[in-house]
């Protein structure tokens, strides 16, 4: 099974302290390039980014987050951009 993460429950796990729930529920995780920025890159400082950072257990990759949605529908087509830090 692939398991892709968006960037909420990336950054509120880490919050948590419960990270290591997704790694161990499921081996692995994949995250779109755009949403390890957000919560890395953009996110620096913030909670997720050094736990994220630091997972060996998370798999970056090079593709859209709307490309794994079956049917991502209209709401997907007039949102701002990802993530769950930036706002509608």
Avoid: C, K
Avoid at 62 to 83: C, K, Q
């Amino acid at each position: 099974m692939i398991v892709v993460a968006d960037a909420g429950p990336l950054i509120y796990l880490s919050e948590a302290g419960f990270l290591h729930v997704l790694r161990d529920l499921y081996g692995g995780v994949h995250v779109p390039r755009e949403v390890y920025d957000e919560v890395v890159v953009n996110g620096q400082g913030e909670a997720g980014s050094v736990e994220v950072a630091s997972a060996s257990w998370i798999r970056v990759i090079d593709r859209p987050a709307t490309s794994f949605l079956r049917n991502p529908g209209p709401a997907m087509e007039h949102r701002g951009g990802s993530g769950a830090r930036r706002a509608w």
